[in-house]
């Protein structure tokens, strides 16, 4: 990974590794609440094109200098910063704001994917977030891709122990129409 030494990026999530493909050409990701970029970094050693959104301005210039297209933008309040724009991939994880979310799988372009991964119900036992404004409940990504008419491809509700233990749901769904080539199962 192109690594700028100002910027020690994090590893990709290992749901991200394996569920992001390489892009065919012009392909376009959307790093959702992007944090420290590190998935946005990753899908542009994949060949996307990537915009990585973030309300925290401070992250988003050490991955706006290795060539990422940024956005400083707080996602939950204000007037929604997308109008007409679709991706091939839209990559969001440890991250959650319900009101928006139906908006943001409606950036999904056809024929693209959604790639989300965060905390869920029961991630108290293990520490922060508690909060249950911030932890999916039972079933809710898999909700929300039926509420948006996209094809899930795999999905995970339980609890993993690397890098940290934790409660997540994932979920990788597919925007019809879907390409064969698109169903590869990791």
């Known amino acids: 990974m192109n690594q700028d030494p100002s910027h020690r990026m994090e590893r990709p999530s290992s749901w991200v590794e394996r569920w992001l493909v390489p892009a065919p050409q012009?392909?376009?990701?959307?790093?959702?609440?992007?944090?420290?970029?590190?998935?946005?970094?990753?899908?542009?050693?994949?060949?996307?094109?990537?915009?990585?959104?973030?309300?925290?301005?401070?992250?988003?210039?050490?991955?706006?200098?290795m060539g990422v297209s940024t956005l400083e933008k707080d996602l939950e309040h204000g007037r929604w910063p997308f109008s007409a724009e679709r991706f091939d991939?839209?990559?969001?994880?440890?991250?959650?704001?319900?009101?928006?979310?139906?908006?943001?799988?409606g950036?999904?372009?056809?024929?693209?994917?959604?790639?989300?991964?965060?905390f869920a119900v029961g991630n108290a036992e293990f520490g922060r977030p508690s909060n249950p404004a911030f932890l999916l409940r039972p079933g809710e990504l898999l909700s929300a891709a039926q509420r948006a008419g996209l094809q899930v491809l795999a999905y995970e509700d339980g609890v993993v122990s690397h890098p940290r233990a934790a409660r997540l749901q994932r979920i990788v769904a597919l925007r019809p129409p879907v390409a064969a080539s698109s169903l590869a199962l990791g």
């Open 107 to 118: 950036l999904v372009a056809p024929g693209g994917r959604w790639i989300h991964e965060t």
């Open 89 to 105: 991939a839209v990559v969001c994880t440890h991250y959650l704001f319900r009101p928006r979310l139906d908006l943001m799988l």
């Open 26 to 65: 012009g392909a376009t990701l959307l790093d959702f609440a992007c944090g420290s970029g590190r998935h946005a970094l990753y899908g542009q050693t994949l060949g996307y094109t990537v915009l990585a959104v973030d309300q925290n301005g401070s992250v988003l210039s050490p991955i706006e200098r």
